[in-house]
Nanobody
Framework: QVQLVESGGGLVQAGGSLRLSCAASRYTFSSRTMGWFRQAPGKEREFVAAITWSGSTDYADSVKGRFTISRDNSKNTVYLQMNRLKPEDTAVYYC?????????WGQGTQVTVSS
């Protein structure tokens, strides 16, 4: 019953960029604020960014100016463009509706930033 599938993670050097994608079902995606979240080893999952249907955005202070969330409503897809990556950004990244719903957590995609 996985509703969201994340992709695009990988290994990148500090200062580099990655673009994550989140493919959702139409049922899950429609008329929903979507968000990106991340969880580093030994840490709690934290909010990263969110975007409304109309395109209003919100970001965690730690990623402001570096990350950009966007969505393509025709494709039921949410994106996270990550620039000037830091080792502290290393985590598993997840998408979900926002506020999140337990039933929608997927496998996430691993982002590893080397120094």
């Amino acid at each position: 019953q996985v509703q969201l599938v994340e992709s695009g993670g990988g290994l990148v050097q500090a200062g580099g960029s990655l673009r994550l994608s989140c493919a959702a079902s139409r049922y899950t995606f429609s008329s929903r604020t979507m968000g990106w979240f991340r969880q580093a080893p030994g840490k709690e999952r934290e909010f990263v960014a969110a975007i409304t249907w109309s395109g209003s955005t919100d970001y965690a202070d730690s990623v402001k100016g570096r990350f950009t969330i966007s969505r393509d409503n025709s494709k039921n897809t949410v994106y996270l463009q990550m620039n000037r990556l830091k080792p502290e950004d290393t985590a598993v990244y997840y998408c979900n509706v926002h506020p999140s719903l337990s039933a929608y957590w997927g496998q996430g995609t691993q982002v590893t930033v080397s120094s």
